[in-house]
């Protein structure tokens, strides 16, 4: 049972767009979640993050936005570079889950490819 | 930023062999050290979480007499990987979150991809 869900697995943009991925989660004792974006061969980087007490948070071009209510977090880059593809994982965390405080529960992440 | 290094970043064994990955924390020390392993195509699952001085939590699945994990340092963890078989091929990633880093985010070392033969 996959309590964090990335259900595209691939995503393609153009240079200079818009890239929007999204993450769905299922289990409302969540309340901080994270993006990291993975190269092959290469161990997980952390982009940006958000807890349960706000809706958006923003870092340069990275913008991560939070509904609660919908379970639902997205992660939008713009503009889009071509640096930028690479596989992008959300991850989610309770302070209170599992008893193991702060373990991250990743989705299977998706490929972003961005076109020159 | 936090730096974690792994060691060796490939490593090729024998079947019936045991194998050790070292993940260390360089600027800061790690007092919580977690160990995943990542199939092709799918994400990380986590392994193991263990705290300095204490004994390794293993997540449902996870043999602990097979995947040996050994936090002696505030700055190194190590995974054993114990009389390995070709099963046991994958990317193993390790990740080290500190005291004085935000509690819940985790710093990533860059992998050892394990092929057993």
């Known amino acids: 049972d996959q309590q964090v869900k990335q259900n595209s697995p691939s995503l393609s943009v153009q240079e200079g767009r818009i890239s929007i991925l999204n993450c769905d989660y299922t289990?409302?004792?969540?309340?901080?979640f994270l993006w990291y974006k993975k190269y092959p061969a290469e161990g997980p980087t952390f982009l940006i993050s958000?807890?349960?007490?706000?809706d958006k948070n923003e870092d340069g071009r990275f913008t991560v936005f939070l509904n609660k209510s919908a379970k639902h977090l997205s992660l939008h880059i713009v503009p889009s570079q071509p640096g930028d593809s690479a596989v992008y994982f959300c991850?989610?965390?309770?302070?209170?889950?599992?008893?193991?405080?702060?373990?991250?529960?990743f989705g299977k992440g998706t490929k972003l490819s961005v076109k020159p | 930023g936090a730096v974690v290094s792994q060691h060796p970043s490939r490593v090729i064994c024998k079947s019936g062999t045991s194998v050790k990955i070292e993940c260390r924390s360089l600027?800061?020390?790690?007092?919580?050290m977690f160990w995943y392993r990542q199939f092709p195509k799918k994400s990380l699952m986590l392994m193991a979480t263990?705290?300095?001085?204490?004994?390794?939590?293993?997540e449902q699945g996870v043999e602990k007499d097979k995947f040996l994990i050994n936090h002696a340092s505030l700055t190194l963890s190590t995974l054993t990987v114990t009389s390995a078989h070709p099963e046991d091929s994958s990317f193993y990633i390790c990740?080290?979150?500190?005291?004085?880093?935000?509690?819940?985010?985790?710093?990533f070392g860059p992998g050892t991809r394990l092929t057993v033969l």
């Open positions: 990740s080290a979150r500190g005291a004085s880093l935000f509690l819940l985010e985790q710093f």
């Open positions: 289990n409302s004792m969540f309340d901080y």
């Open positions: 958000i807890s349960s007490i706000k």
């Open positions: 991850a989610a965390s309770g302070t209170h889950y599992g008893g193991s405080q702060g373990n991250l529960i």
């Open positions: 600027d800061f020390q790690a007092t919580t």
């Open positions: 263990s705290n300095e001085g204490s004994k390794a939590t293993y």
